[in-house]
Each structure stands twice: as structure tokens, then as C-alpha cells.
């Protein structure tokens, strides 16, 4: 008896992995797959906990109907993770392909995936334990200074795993090449053109209208999701809605929604040709109309709930416990366009985002993220963290909580953002915008009312959400669009920032060490800030430190006993202030 036991207890611990050398993987049962070879996914459905493609290994997705669940993915040396290509994206065949993240939240001390090639996830040990000591050759045509893994905040329960839980991560020398057809637009664009990734309107629309014309062509079908922005004073009245059906008129495209719309909503520009020449912008025609932002895409990565099959729990759990990505320093390769992040990023922990590049520093030079949407986020929507060389394009943000698209530190530099718009940047308050009550990360409680409330940046996602947050200039900032920002917020804040974080304890070249040290903040100059657009904040562009304390949402007067808005406490709060805040 016991013998077949062991032998019993043996064959469930092989059962626990699949492995794939070649060909088309297993649908699964929720065991661990090992991709080593070049595998494919057909249509299908296929349950997995954690993935791991290494030694070499491809995983190589089809333009077909394919959801595929996992508690992690991991892209390692040499191996990649593929959907589509820019010739032959992803829906250009009508396929849809949607992944699935799930796990339970294990706390503080949670165990994240870890590489399978070594500890070191295949980084050479003199590279590994350079430390800065020297610059060294990476993958993807980089030479610079390289700095050992270590585990993210909150996932330290595991010295060697170091991308967190329900995550997909790309390591050293790994690629993550995704493409999605719907709202994309592939080769050369201008760096002013939103393609089909959000559009204008091109007529005034009142309440209770079901129809939008929209200034182009787009491949917009029934059944998917947009957001048209508001025009009025309330952030919050950008408003979701579903396509019922699509036309095309000429050169436009009529929309016919599935509900009525419930507030009004701008389509025409502002004629000042009656303003004398030499006065005022040098175009007549202002640029106020809303925008309609373009949600659903061919490619989904999507949170999922605490077991495999279980769908995100509702609003009313107050659950925000999402997936979110990890991209690390000397990945290979990572070009990721048309795809959606719906209800991605951990709530109120720091480094848990839908789209995350991690302590990159120089990426290689092709690296994007272009035409996607991350909506309906648990905390921020792209985080550039000590990051070099990103190029973000035509991409719609909508819903974060507190600042939308971040930079973090003050060494990400030479990045570009073109024709990016953010839709409602919330204020992490118990309010009817955020009705998961998710906390904010730069949250930190308020001192009685005696005491000075404002101290940026320590309550900044409750108080004073950026949709854009700029911590060093030298980056390209154009034809962009920021439209509403809750509580006291604003569309662009140029922070005046020293170089914070971890990146003080690392060496950087050019504008990147500009600001190191506390009495060098803001010492970087303004690249490139060209026409960019903003409505429905508080201020527009924001280039001071210590700004005006939010009304309502900092603690009041209690003998005057005024309405205020509650800041939502974090469970997990920033425990070292000088090490993890911005230096404002």
C-alpha cells in the first residue's frame, strides 16, 4: 500500500507540470507549462497556473478565438511570446485572443514566478554582479550599466522571484512581440495622428443622443466599447458607451449607440478668426471638441478573480486585487500595439501596474507601446520606472487611480508620447467614481487639522491626480490629451523632482543625472511639449511643488463641520518615505 502511494503521490507531481518541445500545447487542467521549443496556441480554451517559456522556448499565439488562463507568464532568455505581427495582426482574421491572469492576494510576503533558466534568469554572473561597477553589452543593442534583480515591494517571499504575482514578465533577454488589429494603425503616422485609436467628433451632441459622427474612417464594429470625453467642468461626465452599429458617410463614420448618452458633449471647434492678427494663436480654429476613445481591441489581457474560471468579482466586493506587467532591464525585444488591459494593477501597492517597465534604464530602440487601452485600472495605466527610450503612441487611458501615465523616479529620459490620451484620473476617495473604494499608492494619511495638510507628493493620488506625471523634462510631449482630472488635479504636472527611489543608488549619463541630489529638483530641461490638449481639471500645466491645498479632501475644520471627501486607507502604505516618495 505504501508503495503505490508513493508511486501515486509521484504521478500527481509529474501531472503538475506540462512541458512543451514542439507543436500545439495542451489545453491543460490548471497545471504549470514549461514551453522549451516552438509551441502554438490554436483556437481553443486552456488553463494553466504558472507559464514559463525558456531555453529557447516559443509560444506562438493564433489569429483565432483563444482564451487562455494563467497565474503568470514569464518570457526568459532567448524565448519569446508572440501574437500577430504587424503584417498579420492579431483580428485581421476575426480572431480574438484574451488572457486571463488570475490568483488570491498572499499578502505581503507573497512568493511572485521565477525564472526556470537560474537564479540569475540567465544573466551571466559577471554581469549579474557588475553592480555599476562598469557598462556592459545587453540584448537588444544596449550598452549600460547593469543592476541585479530583486524581488518587487510586497512580493518578497521569495528572494529569487522577482515579477510578482498574477503578472506577465519579461526578462533578460526575453521578447514579447504583440499585435492586434482594431484601432491600430501599422508603418509611418505623424506624431499629431490618433489614427483609429480615438477620434473627434465632428457634431455637437445633447443628452439622450444615440448617434456620433466622427471626423474619419474607422474599423470600429458593433459591440465594442468607447468612451466620449466631456467638454462641461465634471471630469467625471466622460461617459462609456456601446456600439450598436457603424456607417460610413463620405469621409466620416456614423455611429449609432446602444444607450443614450447622458450629458452633452462638444463637436465643434472654437472660430476665432474675428481676433485680430497678432493676438492669440496663430490657427483661428481651437481645438474644443471632445474626443471618442476606441476601448475594445483584438488582443485582452484581463484580470480574472482568485481561482481559475473565476471571472473579476464585481464593484460591490471591493476587490482589487488585479493582474499587471513587468518588464525588466535587458529584455530583448518589446512591441506590444492593439491590445487592451482591462482592470489590471494591484490597489495601493507601488510597482503592481497594468503596463510597467521596471528599472529598464536603456531599452532597445524599437520599443513601444502604441494603439492600446487600459481602462478601468487599479492604479495607474503606464509607469515608466527608471526607463529610457520608450516610444508611446496613440494610446487611451481611462479610469486610473491618482496619476495616469507616470514617470517615477527623474532618470526616465528620451522617452516619447504622441497622440496619448487620459481620461479620468481619479482621486483615490470614497466617492461614486471609485465605488471599489481602491486606495491610492502616494496616499499617505493626513495630519490632524492643525497641522499644514499639502506636502507633495505624499497625498498626490488622493488629492492632486495627474493624468500626465512628468518627474524629468527631457522627454517628447506631443498632441497629446488629457481630459479630466478628479479632486484637485491637473492634465500635466511637471514635478520639480530630485532623482528618487532606487535610482539614487544607481549611475546614470546626460539628463538622467542632472537631478541627483535634493538641491539639483528640477533641473532638466523641457524637450519637446507641442500641442497638447487639456480640459476638465483644475490646472492645466503644473510646474510648482508644494500647490494649493485640495478643499473637501484634506481634513477640515471640525467645529465647521463641512462636507469632505474621504481618502480611501491604504492597507499597504509606503512604510519608508525617503526611500520610496518622490523627492518634490
Avoid at 518578497?156 to 512581440?177: C, E, M, P, R
Avoid at 504583440?178 to 489614427?195: H, I, M, V
Avoid at 495630519?447 to 527631457?474: L, M, R
Avoid at 491637473?490 to 538622467?512: E, F, I
Wanted: glycine share 12%.
Amino acid at each position: 500500500t505504501a508503495l503505490w502511494i508513493t508511486a501515486l503521490s509521484a504521478l500527481c507531481a509529474v501531472a503538475q507540470t506540462s512541458t512543451c518541445q514542439s507543436g500545439v500545447i495542451p489545453s491543460g487542467t490548471g497545471e504549470a507549462l514549461e514551453v522549451v521549443g516552438a509551441c502554438h496556441v490554436p483556437e481553443g480554451t486552456y488553463r494553466f497556473s504558472q507559464v514559463n517559456i525558456f531555453n529557447g522556448g516559443s509560444l506562438s499565439f493564433a489569429d483565432a478565438a483563444i482564451e487562455f488562463w494563467a497565474q503568470a507568464i514569464l518570457v526568459e532568455k532567448g524565448s519569446t511570446l508572440t501574437a500577430g505581427s504587424a503584417a498579420h495582426p492579431i483580428g485581421q482574421q476575426g480572431g480574438r485572443l484574451t488572457i486571463h491572469l488570475y490568483g488570491a492576494d498572499q499578502g505581503t510576503a507573497g512568493a511572485g514566478i521565477r525564472c526556470k533558466t537560474d537564479d540569475r534568469c540567465g544573466v551571466d554572473p559577471d554581469t549579474w554582479n557588475s553592480n555599476g561597477n562598469e557598462k556592459v553589452t545587453l540584448p537588444g543593442g544596449v550598452t549600460d550599466y547593469f543592476y541585479a534583480y530583486q524581488p518587487m515591494m510586497y512580493d518578497a517571499g521569495d528572494a529569487h522571484a522577482y515579477f510578482g504575482q498574477k503578472s506577465i514578465g519579461v526578462s533578460y533577454g526575453g521578447t514579447l512581440s504583440l499585435y492586434g488589429a482594431k484601432g491600430s494603425t501599422f508603418g509611418e503616422a505623424a506624431d499629431s495622428s490618433s489614427g483609429a485609436s480615438w477620434v473627434r467628433p465632428n457634431k455637437t451632441t445633447a443628452p439622450g443622443a444615440t448617434q456620433l459622427v466622427l471626423d474619419r474612417i474607422v474599423d470600429w464594429q458593433a459591440g465594442d466599447e468607447i468612451v466620449v470625453t466631456t467638454t462641461d467642468y465634471l471630469p467625471g461626465h466622460s461617459e462609456q458607451v456601446t456600439i450598436d452599429s457603424v456607417t460610413t458617410s463620405g469621409a466620416y463614420t456614423v455611429i449609432t449607440l446602444k444607450q443614450g448618452l447622458r450629458f452633452p458633449h462638444n463637436g465643434e471647434l472654437l472660430d476665432l478668426s474675428s481676433v485680430p492678427a497678432g493676438i492669440g494663436p496663430d490657427n483661428k480654429l481651437a481645438e474644443t471638441r471632445a474626443a471618442v476613445a476606441l476601448l475594445t481591441r483584438s488582443i485582452r489581457i484581463v484580470s480574472a478573480g482568485d481561482q481559475l474560471g473565476d471571472d473579476f468579482p464585481a464593484e460591490s466586493t471591493g476587490y482589487y486585487f488585479g493582474g499587471h506587467t513587468v518588464i525588466r532591464q535587458g529584455a530583448q525585444a518589446v512591441q506590444v500595439q492593439g491590445v487592451e488591459f482591462y482592470q489590471l494593477g494591484q490597489g495601493g501597492r507601488m510597482g503592481h501596474y497594468p503596463i510597467h517597465f521596471h528599472l529598464a534604464r536603456r531599452v532597445p530602440a524599437d520599443t513601444m507601446i502604441a494603439d492600446c487601452s487600459i481602462h478601468d485600472s487599479m492604479t495607474r495605466w503606464i509607469t515608466l520606472h527608471a526607463t529610457q527610450g520608450v516610444t508611446l503612441r496613440r494610446n487611451v487611458g481611462y479610469k486610473s487611480i491618482g496619476h495616469g501615465y507616470y514617470l517615477e523616479d527623474g532618470t526616465e529620459i528620451d522617452n516619447g508620447f504622441f497622440s496619448n490620451i487620459g481620461i479620468l484620473a481619479r482621486g483615490a476617495v470614497d466617492n461614486s467614481q471609485n465605488p471599489r473604494k481602491i486606495p491610492g499608492i502616494l496616499a499617505k494619511p493626513y495630519p490632524p487639522f492643525s497641522e499644514t495638510q499639502e506636502a507633495v507628493p505624499f497625498h498626490s493620488d488622493i488629492d492632486h491626480p495627474a493624468v500626465f506625471w512628468i518627474t524629468n523634462g527631457y522627454n517628447d510631449f506631443a498632441y497629446n490629451m488629457a481630459a479630466g482630472a478628479g479632486t484637485c488635479g491637473a492634465c500635466y504636472w511637471l514635478v520639480p523632482t530630485a532623482n528618487s527611489g532606487m535610482s539614487r543608488m544607481q549611475k546614470w549619463d546626460s539628463y538622467a543625472n542632472m537631478q541627483q541630489g535634493s538641491d539639483r529638483a528640477s533641473m532638466t530641461p523641457l524637450k519637446r511639449f507641442e500641442g497638447n490638449y487639456c480640459t476638465t481639471a483644475m490646472t492645466s500645466f503644473q510646474t510648482v511643488g508644494n500647490t494649493t491645498a485640495c478643499s473637501g479632501v484634506t481634513n477640515g475644520d471640525p467645529v465647521a463641520n463641512s462636507p469632505q471627501l474621504k481618502p480611501v486607507t491604504n492597507p499597504y502604505p509606503i512604510e519608508d518615505d525617503d526611500m520610496y516618495y518622490p523627492k518634490v
